[in-house]
């Protein structure tokens, strides 16, 4: 570096270097600007300063100069590199790899940009590459022990693990028989730890046990030791060894499931499903008899039998898990038991059993010796509440929490379960005031804001939300605060009510805000791939590389992917040009349509007065006196997000995404099928309607794709390009092997599939729907297979209990569809009467008992709340409905 300068601008350059890597950026450009003055085309310097720049956000500066160095030196190593963590500062590692191996070309053996290489080759996951860049710095600098490891965890990741083992045992042939010294002991034995889990994976049992042992004396971390230990027994067979040594794992941790499932693995009792036989379940249950006895402290002991007790031993087992929790006042106990919910036959047991327990709490016997304390009866009743709620007994969910908030009007987990019920009972407005009312016992709880929060968005109440979530958040750009914290269940919530609504240029933002999130995790795992190999964290950092492979198959990435190309198709069918408004406002009268107008300039002007005032905060005078400008957000209302000229290309992009890390879920299948029927693309649609077919034929969204795809097939024009016949020799070909279809026509197929499920409301509506599609003149047909649905109670001895069988979720969906595709209003109407019937507490079909119809029916008259602050009126959109102390105004006038 610098070679081609006199002594003196040698030494200032080497102070450039230094400067950089000190970040003392004004000292660096200092030297740089002295040498420049004297030789200004001098290419390792110029792009030393572009460098400098870059550092302090001169980034178009940064560029020119780096350019221009490389273009009056491309010969220079230096040169090269320092384009290339230009383009890496920027995540452009493409590029930043190009650039890398260019600087290589001109100085092979440079270490430093052989390490920076490998790092992004490690990002990029170019495996190959990564194990070459590796042996080649093992190879310079074989006495450095991060090389030795660097080119094991590199075969490792390649799939080669017999090779990373080879390379690990030849790096401990280098050491000394009294290493390691104690200052790198926990190091060391991480090291050894990962050797014997790649031996593990690669089936050298034996060799990896005995090696195991071997080492003891040299490994730290003894809990792990011991966990590795009986994995190996139980792998090799020496169920018996493996099964003392999980019971020494129990003294140490009496409540970790997995030693329990351990253990039952050894005795040959686990079974993946559940299920289980009589003698089987008999051996279980003396197992953990004998268990309890030696670990009475442990819960863990006592609930995992209630998974597989059946009758009365069951009915004991809970009566012995549940009255002491009870007593205690456990609010998550029923969280604790909600998946015996699913098992047939348990939640009947439980229901009498809690209500015995009520009836006893209730009942002073003369002879009873022990005395309840009065919250035994606050925490069954809150337990009834949820397990009525579970089973959609709405009526007698808010009966008990009812009760439960007159005994102990103070218990904020009583206005939360409250909430939750008022939420799936469908009265969504309810649910927001009351999670609210539980907010303002609590201002200092950040989880019963967040749930607040939620309710609020849930109910389209955005302004609402917005000023209730920045609570949390520090003082300044609070929008940004969140956005930075990746807080992605508000983005999300909020994206979806934006959506509800029809706002789909902020729907849009917040669901892409949710992707960048993702984006930047992908990002974050950078400064691992050095620290991991520095500090010796090995089997975490192999975990995490696997974590970060599978990130987009988590289920808010699938969310926000989908709710962007919902967002999109909607852009597509209804272009910015022909907005629904517009259509809807010819049936409007001229002073409506001027009252609209109005409305629609003064939030217009609100939004520029709000923007101003948050342009003029986030460039504000921090506390030390600096000034810090923030960046304002161009587009805060994703207007520009609108504008795109080709929605479906860009729906398309997360389609993609979708379809690579959810190929199993039925929505990336649909959304698919969706996007590509818009797009004309025959074959992509048919592989849509495939993979829809393998995963579940028999949903109806399946058959509605497989009705519609064939349909518009039969509908097209006969073919003439040679691409066009291709496609039709495919389809003929195909055709035959969908077994809905074999020798059948669309309508017979439809008929077959009514057949099959008669008695489904869904199912129903989805032959009653492609019945119009194939034969509009059967619209009235259509309506009455509709119509003639009836909703039937389910069994008690099912895993519900009684409830009825319909969901107010696919309620409106039919309603949606009676409306909007059949186009029938009065068949619509009669659909919402009788749903009303069936949900009382729905505000959209305005039940008898919603919030929405007793505002009317009391003219808004104001309740007094429980704990004397907050009300609960309908809750309106307003910048003023907020004051300081946490308390919502809005709520005045709302009786439930």
Known sequence: MGASLPPKEANLFKLIVKSYETKQYKKGLKAADAILKKFPDHGETLSMKGLTLNCMDRKSEAYELVRLGLKNDVKSHVCWHVYGLLYRSDREYREAIKCYRNALKRDPDNIEILRDLSLLQAQMRDLTGFVETRQQLLTLKPNHRMNWIGFAVAHHLNSNGAKAVEILEAYEGTLEDDYPPDNERCEHGEMLLYKISLLEECGFLERALEELHKKEPKIVDKLAYKEQEVSLLVKLGRLEEGANLYKVLLKMNSDNYRYYEGLQKCFGLYSENGNYSADEIDRLDALYKSLAEQYTWSSAVKRIPLDFLQGDKFREAAVNYIKPLLTKGVPSLFSDLSPLYDHPGKADILELLILELEHSIRTRYPDRTEKEPPSTLLWTLFFLAQHYDRRGQYDVALSKIDEAIQHTPT???????????????GDLVAAASFADEARCLDLADRYINSESVKRMLQADQVALAEKTVVLFTKDGDQHNNLHDMQCMWYELASGESYFRQGDLGR???????????????????????????????????????????????HAYFHKAAAGAIRCYLKLYDSPLNSPPEEEDNTSKTPSQKKKMKKQRKAERAKKEAEEKNEESSASGISKSGKRHLKPVDPDPYGEKLLQTEDPLSEASKYLKLLQKNSPDSLETHLLSFEVNMRKQRILLAFKAVKQLLRLDAENPDSHRCLIKFFHKVSSMAAPETDAEKLVWSVLEAERPYISQLQEKTLSEANKIFLGKHEDS?????????????????????????????????????GALGPVMEWKLKDCIAVYKLLDKVLIDQDVALRWKVRCAGYFPYSTYFEGSRSSAVNNLLNNQDITTSVNGGTSHPEIKQSANSFIPNGKLEAFKNLAI
Do not use: G, W
Request: hydrophobic share 40%; net charge positive; with cysteine.
């Open 761 to 797: 409301l869904m199912h129903r509506v989805a032959v009653a729907e492609m019945l119009y599609t194939l034969d509009p003149t059967k619209k009235l047909e259509a309506v009455k297979l509709i119509e003639d649905s009836s909703n039937k109670v389910v069994p008690t001895n």
């Open 411 to 425: 218990v904020i987990d009583l206005y939360s379960v409250k909430s939750r019920i008022l939420k799936h009972a």
């Open 507 to 553: 729907a849009l933002k917040k669901f892409l805000a949710v992707e960048k999130h993702y984006a930047d995790i992908t990002e974050d795992q950078f400064d691992f791939h050095s620290y991991c190999l520095r500090k010796m964290t090995l089997r975490a950092y192999v975990e995490m590389l696997k974590f970060q492979d599978r990130l987009h198959s």
